[in-house]
């Protein structure tokens, strides 16, 4: 469920050792299956507890997550990085914003699901977004681009040449290629 690095745990059994005898640390998501999810790491007196969390062992203490945490939690990775910067603590966690969806969920789930963790996170850092509008009988996978997606010289590359081969490679069997419903108006938003 979740990985913590040699070197995270190394950093966690640090921190512990100041604190009181019987301390663990518990991993969480605020906010889980929103745009606004936030994970965190804290620590967790033996009180704090609760009968249903989850215990995850490791070689010289416990993680514990909540039942209500644990979808959101799939292949969530703990670091812990030293360079000239200093030092970092990273967790990612590619499902806490979207709530995993199952191999045999529904086709537009899936699609949906793809484009929100893959493809989303990518389009951000042009100030873009994506969203599934419909997926057509004869295969058509449609989308409405948003932000700096809407009006840029670049949408027919990233539709055919990333999402679509994309989503062809991971599930052509089901669907034939997408397709650009936004009328695209250039403007200051737009990136180049």
Known sequence: MISISESAQAHFVKLLSQQAEGTSIRVFVVNPGTANAECGVSYCPPEAIEQDDIEIPFKDFSAYIDQDSKPFLEEAEIDFTTDQMGSQLTLKAPNAKLRKVADDAPLFDRVNYFLQTEVNPQLA?????????????????????????????????TVKDGIEKQ?????????????????????????Y
Not at 125 to 140: A, Q, S
Not at 175 to 191: A, F, K, L, N, P
């Open 125 to 157: 850092g042009h100030g873009g977004e994506c969203t599934l509008m419909e997926i057509t009988e004869d295969g058509y996978v449609v989308l409405q681009f948003g932000g700096g997606c809407n009006g840029c010289s670049q949408i027919d590359v």
């Open 167 to 191: 989503l062809l490679a991971t599930m052509g069997n089901e669907i034939v290629g997408v397709r650009d419903m936004t009328e695209h108006q250039r403007g200051e938003h737009s990136y």
